[in-house]
């Protein structure tokens, strides 16, 4: 199966769409990547759907990408005897360690890290921000606040701290138990939430290794401090708007979405824009026109993905939340508006070898009318790095591990395939043309770009730029079952001499 669309549909997994029957049809109407919240559900739910998606792999013959996105260190004022009271505007109240339940004059905040950065002059925000606290004094084990609007407090609601840095590690000891849950799944990228500094992911890696890609969620102010240090450490971004909202002015969050999205356009790593862009599809059958539009600017943008959470994961409308985002997908695709915006944001190639080769290989596949573009990968950073180059000609992605193939369905423009490894150029340039015939990106008669790396078998070493054409006596290779790092019941797309 063949998308039609360049940018990718990441689907939330949840009670909504928990069958293999609803999870076939999501992928039919579009999912590209279905995301697992570990914020939600147990770890016997998340393993039936991570199984239910590799069982529609293997009936669609498809490389399917499986996103295990962690909680992170949420934090959460304590109880209220009462359950909850109200604040007006003005009112005195105060955040201490006692861990006695609240009234309204005081709560417990069960985060000590918090007491060591709060400072008079910073905001508080509560509930999503339907509270806003300011701090007036700091003392040990207390923050003296005074409430900026009217609302109710109940228990163990979040706080954001928009104003600082809060010490606190990436991971909590729910994250590690997720993580390791996650890993024994096999899943493709882990994402990790309210990423604050470089030294998050760096962290995070030093567990993660080599087992999945690691997609960094950018949801607070302090990590805009550190932007392109934190994109250069990942492998992908996530601009995720809920929380980001909340501790940033809603006017600004646009602004920031943009910048985001420069940046990773710059450095090659996919981003994925998230967060109620179809919110009103959890009830209603048809978005607003606002949230049509919110979907469209982020794929004029360039953006690779774009997300769905609740709208797939528990609406009334899962299936038809994917199909609609797929429309308004395509349609924007198709607009030569689109194609003009992306030639006008296209960024200067980095100083490096596989830059030089995908802006070359853009280049020729532009000159010549290439039917594709194809990336011979072994880890994936040939396709990433043409991906990079927004070509007018589809990429072609073709790798022998399936691990690859999966975690490359969330980048732009790219459709994997998996074929057994080459040994040579002349084997290259085989499998290569029998892929674009049998994958329906050409007819013979057309012409192919071709960007690989020398000696084959070894990641990073993009140096090698080819032209093919596909012969009249070229034939598609035909499909056999997975095996070595593949489970035996995936079928993979085998392409060979």
């Known amino acids: 199966m063949r998308r039609q669309r360049k940018a990718k549909i990441v689907a939330t997994l949840g009670p909504a769409s ?77 955040l201490d360690s006692d861990p006695t339940p609240g009234d309204g004059r005081r709560v417990h905040l069960p985060h000590p890290e918090l007491f060591e950065v709060a400072a008079p002059g910073q905001s508080l925000l509560i509930d999503d921000g339907k509270v806003r606290l300011h701090i007036e004094s700091v003392s040990r084990g207390s923050i003296v606040t005074r409430a900026v609007n009217h609302g109710t407090l109940s228990d163990r609601k979040g706080v954001n701290v928009p104003d600082a840095v809060v010490p606190i590690p990436a991971l909590t000891a729910k994250d590690r138990r997720d993580l390791d849950f996650a890993l024994s799944l096999d899943v493709d990228w882990i994402a990790l939430s309210f990423v604050q500094r470089p030294a998050d992911i760096v962290a995070a890696r030093e567990l993660i290794g080599t087992r999945a890609s690691v997609l960094s969620k950018i949801e607070k102010p302090a990590a805009l401090q550190q932007l392109e240090e934190i994109v250069r450490v990942s492998d992908a971004v996530m601009v995720a708007r809920g929380d980001l909202g909340v501790e940033l002015p809603p006017e600004r969050v646009p602004g920031v979405q943009k910048r985001i999205l420069r940046v990773c356009r710059q450095l090659g790593k996919p981003v994925v824009i998230a967060t109620q862009m179809l919110e009103s599809m959890i009830d209603s059958p048809v978005p607003t026109r606002a949230e049509a539009s919110d979907v469209a600017s982020a794929i004029y943008d360039g953006a690779d993905a774009v997300m769905l959470s609740a709208e797939s994961a528990n609406g009334r409308h899962p299936v038809g939340a994917v199909a609609m985002m797929d429309r308004i997908v395509t349609e924007v695709e198709r607009d030569p508006l689109y194609r003009n915006l992306l030639d006008a944001q296209h960024e200067t190639p980095l100083s490096t070898r596989q830059d030089a080769i995908c802006a070359a290989l853009r280049e020729v596949t532009q000159i010549i009318g290439a039917a594709a573009t194809v990336a011979y990968t072994s880890s994936g950073a040939t396709a990433l790095r043409a991906a990079r180059e927004r070509p007018r000609a589809p990429i072609l992605s073709i790798t022998p591990h399936l691990a690859i193939a999966r975690r490359l369905a969330m980048a732009w423009g790219v459709h994997s395939t998996v074929s057994p490894d080459v040994r040579s150029v002349d084997e290259m340039v085989d499998a290569a043309t029998g892929a674009a015939l049998a994958e329906g990106f050409a007819v013979p008669g057309d012409q192919i770009t071709i960007a690989a790396g020398m000696p084959f078998g070894q990641g990073g070493t993009t140096n090698l730029l080819r032209v093919a054409e596909i012969a009249g006596t070229a034939k598609p290779m035909s499909v056999r079952s997975g095996a070595g790092t593949a489970p035996a019941d995936v079928v993979q797309q085998a392409v060979g001499a």
């Not at 909680?71 to 005195?92: E, M, S, W």
């Open 18 to 94: 928990s069958d293999i029957a609803t999870i076939r049809q999501l992928f039919e109407a579009g999912a590209d990547v279905f995301r697992l919240n570990f914020s939600h559900g147990t770890h016997d739910d998340h393993r039936q759907r991570h199984e239910a998606v590799r069982r529609v792999e293997a009936e669609v013959k498809r490389p399917i990408a499986v996103l295990a996105d962690l909680q992170g260190p949420k934090l959460r004022i304590g109880t209220f005897a009462a359950g909850k009271v109200a604040l007006a505007a003005g009112d005195r109240f105060v």
